[in-house]
């Protein structure tokens, strides 16, 4: 059974999710399938224009809080960013573009603790370039990709395919036609793709 991770780059609880993904699968007979997108267009369909953390400051202290419980519960360096929340669009454009590359859950997870991790601006070329160092691949080609417009439109497709699939926040996860919401439900997801309920 295949497991989708919808994940937006500039989202902290998908960085929770994103550093988890692979490990928690190991061994079981689930496909894990990426799926970055874009939540800023989803927000705006329903009146929002930033994160709802932002736009409700008791939230938002909250889950600020939350998140350092939780990065020291799984052992990730956390960090706040001076900016949230961060432009991720060109990482989610090169994201998307290596999405059949082996290296790419590897690439993510360099972005994302670039971020939440270190406190560092992923709209910057540089960060980038250092997470596709870290990948051991030439990075010269990828940043140039997320220029290309096939690149560009697959985004899109990939933001429009989560609004119909009621997408609503990041991370999220589909098992046909279940739709797991969280972080929380990373493992309550992975269960589902693994048990005998799910149709092959």
Avoid at 80 to 94: C, Q
Avoid at 108 to 129: C, E, H, K, N, P
Avoid at 136 to 155: G, N, Y
Wanted: with cysteine; proline share 8%; net charge neutral.
């Amino acid at each position: 059974m295949k497991l989708e991770i919808w994940f937006e780059f500039a989202s902290t609880y998908s960085y929770l999710t994103v550093s988890r993904a692979e490990d928690l699968l190991a061994g079981t007979p689930v496909e894990l399938a990426w799926r970055p997108f874009l939540l800023g267009p989803i927000f705006r369909d329903r009146g929002l224009e930033t994160s709802p953390f932002v736009l409700d400051p008791v939230k938002g202290r909250y889950m600020w809080r939350d998140m350092a419980r939780r990065c020291e519960q799984y052992g990730l360096p956390f960090m706040h960013p001076t900016v949230f929340p961060m432009n991720g669009l060109k990482a989610a454009r090169i994201m998307t573009a290596a999405l059949n590359e082996p290296w790419s859950g590897a690439f993510a997870r360099s972005v994302f603790t670039a971020q939440f991790g270190r406190g560092a601006d992923i709209s910057d070329d540089g960060i980038l370039r250092t997470a596709l160092e870290a990948c051991s691949i030439p990075p010269e080609p990828w940043l140039d990709r997320k220029h290309c417009p096939k690149t560009k439109d697959a985004l899109r497709t990939a933001t429009d395919r989560a609004r119909r699939l009621g997408i609503f926040g990041a991370p999220s996860m589909v098992v046909g036609d279940e739709l797991f919401w969280g972080d929380d439900r990373l493992e309550d997801a992975i269960a589902f793709a693994s048990s005998a309920r799910c149709p092959s």
